[in-house]
């Protein structure tokens, strides 16, 4: 089994930043890790994804040059760096992973099996 547990979110200010981790345990081989958000009354939409292996990371247009995944291997720990945030990036952030047995696009949350609990994201304007 896997648990996924977020950590870093908060309140900022518009232009602002913030870092959110997600520390990983558990013994299944991940290999692919993203980043979904969901803002009130709105689907869960992904932000950013990892290919574990090869290290490509991939980001929605709405946050391009804005938003950045990472990850630290031997910590077992994914990051994503927020910097400019805008009031519409408030939203419960959720770190998630796949085991690869189902594909259905790095920004489908049918192609993860592991979620963690969330963080709140808020901006102010």
Partial sequence: QVQ???SGGGSVQAGGSLRLSCA???DTV???????RQAPGKEREGVAGIDRDRKIPMYADSVK????ISQDNPKKTLYL???S???EDT????C???NGEKWFGIFDSRTYQYWGQGTQVTVSS
């Fill in 4 to 6: 996924l547990v977020e």
């Fill in 24 to 26: 990983v345990s558990g």
């Fill in 30 to 36: 991940i290999t692919y890790m993203g980043w979904f």
């Fill in 65 to 68: 040059g804005r938003f950045t």
């Fill in 81 to 83: 760096q927020m910097n």
């Fill in 85 to 87: 945030l805008k009031p």
């Fill in 91 to 94: 939203a419960v952030y959720f």
């Fill in 96 to 98: 998630t992973g796949s």
